[in-house]
């Protein structure tokens, strides 16, 4: 795990011993389980400590710094969690974090269930659900102190996904692979019609590992109304801000985690 080691030092994170054991049994169990089933595309060792790993760890940056704190408890939720990514990622370096897991495919929170006991990870809520369905549950709705989704859709519907689940005060962040003005754009009317602020842009620099990525981040500053999420599957059929010819999924250099 030198790669990573050295990437997160780019990023102020001096990663123990411990947790490099973790991140290379988490290496580990997810090359096992993708001979099995399909969790990701990415499976090289040095292109799983960047695209994956010390990708995930950069959501750390765009997080108000009491939320990103070592020390911090911060409710963090990861929409379409994949096979952990970036929820797992952080709450290994920020073990204090409330983090719940939400993807629908099952064979995926099968994977991310065995992953969290094999690591002996705590206070890690793991649901097989909808986004959406999830953000209309008074248990989880405007519950989180910050939301994250990585590699899932565009930007207007990731909103309608997470921000639901975001309280006010708190903050959605989503790496995404630049350039993203034409995604700011489109999303500009979604983000304020669903409680957030205008939408702040983080460059990374983080040569050579990760050279064409950003962080997106969003403060929720308003409930948002009731009628959102609207039912399952409406968001990325009908994205908030859709135009004609501009599909509502986009992947990224990594693979596409779409919730359902």
């Given at each position: 795990?030198?790669?990573l080691?050295?990437?997160?030092?780019?990023?102020?994170?001096?990663?123990?011993?411990?947790?490099?054991?973790?991140f290379?049994?988490?290496?580990e169990?997810?090359s096992?389980?993708?001979?099995?089933?399909?969790?990701?595309a990415?499976?090289?060792?040095?292109?799983?400590?960047?695209k994956?790993?010390?990708d995930?760890?950069?959501?750390?940056?765009?997080?108000?710094?009491?939320?990103?704190?070592?020390?911090?408890?911060?409710?963090?939720?990861?929409?379409?969690?994949?096979?952990?990514?970036?929820?797992?990622?952080?709450?290994?370096?920020?073990?204090?974090?409330?983090v719940?897991?939400?993807?629908?495919?099952?064979?995926?929170?099968?994977?991310?269930?065995?992953?969290?006991?094999?690591?002996?990870?705590?206070?890690?809520?793991?649901?097989t659900?909808?986004a959406?369905?999830?953000?209309?549950?008074?248990?989880?709705?405007?519950?989180?102190?910050?939301v994250?989704?990585?590699a899932?859709?565009?930007?207007?519907?990731?909103?309608?996904?997470?921000?639901?689940?975001?309280r006010?005060?708190?903050?959605?962040?989503?790496?995404?692979?630049?350039?993203?003005?034409?995604?700011?754009?489109?999303?500009?009317?979604?983000?304020?019609?669903?409680?957030?602020?205008?939408a702040?842009?983080?460059?990374?620099?983080?040569?050579?590992?990760l050279?064409?990525?950003?962080?997106?981040?969003?403060?929720?500053?308003?409930?948002?109304?009731?009628?959102?999420?609207?039912?399952?599957?409406?968001?990325?059929?009908?994205?908030?801000?859709?135009?004609?010819?501009?599909?509502?999924?986009?992947?990224?250099?990594?693979?596409?985690?779409?919730?359902?």
């Amino acid at each position: 795990m030198d790669v990573l080691a050295r990437g997160a030092a780019q990023l102020g994170i001096q990663l123990t011993e411990r947790e490099l054991a973790l991140f290379q049994r988490y290496y580990e169990l997810l090359s096992e389980a993708n001979r099995r089933v399909n969790l990701t595309a990415i499976t090289g060792y040095m292109e799983t400590q960047t695209k994956h790993f010390l990708d995930s760890l950069t959501c750390l940056l765009a997080l108000p710094p009491e939320l990103a704190a070592p020390g911090a408890e911060t409710r963090l939720a990861d929409v379409g969690s994949g096979a952990g990514f970036p929820g797992v990622p952080l709450k290994i370096v920020r073990p204090g974090f409330h983090v719940t897991l939400i993807e629908s495919v099952r064979k995926k929170t099968d994977f991310l269930r065995t992953l969290v006991a094999a690591l002996g990870l705590e206070h890690v809520t793991i649901l097989t659900a909808r986004a959406e369905d999830v953000g209309r549950d008074p248990s989880h709705r405007e519950r989180y102190d910050a939301v994250v989704a990585r590699a899932v859709a565009r930007l207007d519907v990731l909103a309608e996904y997470c921000l639901p689940l975001c309280r006010v005060g708190g903050v959605f962040v989503a790496p995404k692979k630049a350039p993203v003005v034409e995604e700011l754009a489109l999303a500009a009317g979604a983000l304020k019609e669903l409680g957030g602020a205008e939408a702040r842009v983080l460059e990374l620099q983080l040569a050579p590992y990760l050279t064409d990525r950003v962080l997106v981040s969003v403060e929720k500053v308003r409930p948002t109304p009731e009628r959102y999420p609207r039912r399952a599957g409406i968001p990325a059929k009908r994205p908030l801000g859709s135009r004609a010819g501009v599909p509502a999924v986009q992947g990224t250099a990594e693979d596409v985690e779409v919730p359902g």
